[in-house]
């Protein structure tokens, strides 16, 4: 099922907003510039890795975003590592598994993430 980037958008915020821990108790968001939320500020780069990429870890779809959307983050330093991400403070990294479900269904794919516990991995 084809989405346009607005669409696809506009299905994210539905799903994440309401529950991210930056909205204010009105619902609308409590960030001091609501430009600078790393999911939407890269949104475009974000639905590109996810669509990229057809897996049932989360782990795929961590590289993914890894590579497409943080290594052009002005918050990751040249090591690879993020203040932001460090410090649960990026929405990004933290609505991840929620934001790949959204776009998944949204396009019609199924997103079954699998867990391991040990050698075993673990239908979620």
Known sequence: MDRSLEELELIVRNRICSVCTDRTVHGECGLENPDECSLFRLFPQV????????????????????????????????????EPRREVRCSLDAYLLLVVDAIEEATGRKFAPLAQSGNVEIRL
Not at 47 to 68: G, M, V
């Open 47 to 82: 639905a590109r890795a996810i669509q990229s990429t057809n897996s049932d870890r989360i782990d795929d779809y961590i590289e993914a975003i890894r590579k497409n959307v943080c290594a052009v983050c002005r918050n990751e330093e040249f090591d690879g590592t993020c």
